[in-house]
């Protein structure tokens, strides 16, 4: 806590000369100072992508007010509905700036605060529409992952109060990144979670976004922000006045490139083949079997989402996901053949697969092998490289031992 007293008054400090030469206190907003709190990554899959709110410190009143849009809770009874849905519903808050800080601390996230250059009439503005926005009535919204966010909103407020000179100072400004690209780095920690994510997210995250766009993280528009000039009546100035760290973090920073790629899932294709393999060589064809099933029972299930996903949800940046190519829900019907092979194995009949169960086998493949060869062509852009490295060996494992059971008229019913 005197760390973060501490930095209180080191703004307190760097900001006083600035208050005291502000214009006079008579004109509407003049009495208030408005900073945007940035707060690092955190622990929780909420938390990777960091957060952001406007802290408003009004003078006359000696309140300081930290507005945020970041509110949801577990416990609504349709929260699960509707994230199903892809129909998430966020909402505005207000709280006190020293409890706000404290909270971050404890999680051991980084506090960043910029004063920023605003007019007072521009800060009368804004206040004015945080206050409404945080009324009952009108604090809740349709929360989008990367168009409108608890960052975007946060920008969206202030570029209003400012008449749009942030969105004309970033509209078409190229950041050289896509929403994959952030997705990825900022979640890449966390295996199961950067896996899943990188299947369920289609073509749409893998346009290039402009400066506006890339404020859907906290980080970057803090770092924007930094280089940004506004119009004044007698030229520009920054609109960052003054920038301190109120908390630093001991957690190591965010990371700047994505880490995880094709080697890491093709490696692991190949141990699943090379185990496979191994129980085919030593007679366990039961065992191998049990293996290509299991498989295709995940690639199945990953597909049938993936195409609910597009076809029956608001997810919108799972829509024209070229991966529905690997996670096939063809491997479903694959996976049932699978188990019937089995089944007749254990009540001592013939172990070849039937004709079908060839033919699925051959389809899946066929289809994964496509999905990789279309990459070549312009139309075909998602970046699904880690996900084929995963699964277009492992079809073709399944396939290659299919083929060599229905080679062999004489398997045995039980492992040798």
């Not at 006083?16 to 955190?42: C, D, F, I, K, R």
């Not at 577990?74 to 998430?88: L, T, Y």
């Not at 700036?97 to 800060?123: G, H, M, S």
């Not at 194995?345 to 493949?365: M, N």
């Amino acid at each position: 806590m005197k760390r973060v007293l501490s930095a209180v008054a080191l703004l307190a400090a760097l900001f006083s000369q600035a208050s005291a030469q502000a214009v006079p206190t008579t004109e509407p907003g003049s009495q208030l100072t408005v900073y945007l709190l940035t707060m690092g990554p955190g622990d929780q899959v909420w938390e990777k992508f960091g957060h952001n709110a406007i802290w408003i410190h009004d003078e006359r009143t000696h309140t300081d007010s930290a507005y945020h849009w970041g509110l949801f809770d577990f416990a609504d009874k349709d929260f699960i509905p509707r994230f199903v849905q892809g129909r998430m519903r966020y909402a505005m808050g207000s709280f006190g700036f020293d409890e706000t800080i404290e909270a971050y601390r404890q999680t051991n996230r980084t506090v960043w605060a910029q004063r920023l250059n605003l007019a007072p009439a521009e800060r009368q503005r804004l206040q004015d529409f945080v206050k409404w926005n945080v009324l009952p009535e009108n604090r809740y919204y349709r929360y989008d992952y990367f168009r409108d966010n608890c960052s975007t909103r946060v920008r969206d407020a202030l570029d209003a109060a400012l008449g749009g000179a942030i969105k004309r100072a970033s509209t078409d400004i190229p950041s050289r990144t896509t929403y994959r690209f952030h997705t990825s780095r900022l979640t890449q920690d966390d295996w199961p979670v950067f896996t899943g994510t990188m299947m369920g997210l289609g073509q749409p995250t893998d346009r290039m976004i402009d400066a506006w766009e890339e404020m859907f993280l906290p980080v970057r528009m803090m770092d924007r922000f930094r280089s940004i000039r506004i119009p004044t009546a007698t030229g520009t100035q920054p609109l960052v006045q003054a920038e301190t760290i109120l908390f630093q973090a001991t957690r190591e920073p965010e990371d700047s490139a994505v880490r995880r790629g094709i080697t890491g899932y093709l490696a692991i294709a190949c141990v699943i083949l090379a185990l496979g393999i191994g129980l085919w060589f030593a007679g366990l064809r039961r065992g191998a079997i049990t293996l290509a099933l299991v498989w295709s029972f995940v690639a199945g299930l990953g597909g049938t989402l993936l195409a609910g996903l597009w076809a029956f949800t608001d997810h919108l940046y799972s829509y024209r996901n070229e991966n529905i190519l690997q996670l096939n829900p063809l491997s479903l019907f694959l996976a049932a053949a699978l188990v019937a092979l089995l089944w007749r194995t254990r009540r001592g009949k013939t172990g070849v697969p039937s004709i079908v169960t060839v033919a699925l086998a051959a389809l899946v493949a066929a289809v994964a092998i496509g999905g990789f060869i279309v990459q070549v062509l312009p139309a075909f852009y998602q970046v699904n490289g880690d996900v084929i490295a995963l699964s277009l060996p492992l079809h073709l494992g399944v396939a290659a031992l299919i083929v060599a059971l229905a080679a062999k008229q004489d398997v045995k019913p039980t492992d040798s």
